[in-house]
């Protein structure tokens, strides 16, 4: 059976207030920075695996440059906010990432030119969490 992608099911959530104003593309890319387990092989081949305790992630966000929240962000990047972040996915069999403390890693770049073009914005997730 087909399933259906509708990209308005996506919402993003920062520091309590819903981000719009999505460039084309890729609205939203996360990832864990780390693996889950570090493995070890031994010299005669038995194999272990450490639980790795690092469970910051990072998500990023692409806006378009007349999106409102460039300079929401760029404000929140220079104060070193620290605040929940949610990207909910209401589609069929959506993924949803969150986590309780994130920061914006720099304040966005600037583009300015003939049209409208894509900024992305970086945020350091410490407790990334993916259900």
Known sequence: MAKVYDPKKVIVIYDGQVITGFADGSMVKAEKNEDNVLPHVGVLG???????????????????????????????????????????????????????????????DVNLGKEIESQDIEFYVADYTVD
Do not use: H, W, Y
């Open 46 to 108: 038995e194999v272990s695996f450490a639980v790795n305790a690092d469970n910051t992630g990072k998500v990023t966000i692409s806006l378009a440059s007349n999106s409102p929240f460039i300079k929401i962000l760029a404000n929140k990047a220079r104060r070193n906010t620290v605040a929940p972040i949610s990207v909910i996915n209401m589609n069929t069999s959506g993924v949803n990432v969150s986590g309780t403390e994130a920061a914006i890693l720099k304040a966005p």
